[in-house]
Nanobody, 122 residues
């Protein structure tokens, strides 16, 4: 079982920045894909960004392209989400997840963190 622990959430004004971190621990494995998802008020949990270990590819949902950057430190099994130019609609609970396959689809992610709250004030 892999444990994922997020940190870095908080309250920020619109236009500001936050950096989320997610550290993986537990049984030894190197997840192929590490991703970020979020649940915003009134909506289902949605994909935000993903980083694929073997290909080096990164994927983003359209609404965050150009504002969010996902990166990972494979040696530390840690993934980051740099969030710039934050908007009130980015408010929500952000979840880190890990998958052993290359995917951006939630069912393929077997390990999930507990979530961290991000609140963007207008």
């Amino acid at each position: 079982q892999v444990q994922l622990v997020e940190s870095g959430g908080g309250l920020v004004q619109a236009g500001g920045s936050l950096r989320l971190s997610c550290a993986a621990s537990g049984r030894t494995f190197s997840p192929n894909t590490m991703g970020w998802f979020r649940r915003t008020p009134g909506k289902e949990r949605e994909f935000v960004a993903a980083s694929v270990r073997w290909s080096g590819k990164r994927y983003y949902t359209d609404s965050v392209k150009g504002r969010f950057t996902i990166s990972r430190d494979n040696a530390k099994n840690t993934v980051y989400l740099q969030m710039d130019s934050l908007k009130p609609e980015d408010t929500g609970v952000y979840y880190c997840a890990a998958s052993e396959v290359q995917s951006t689809s939630q069912p393929d992610f077997r390990s999930w963190g507990q979530g961290t709250q991000v609140t963007v004030s207008s």
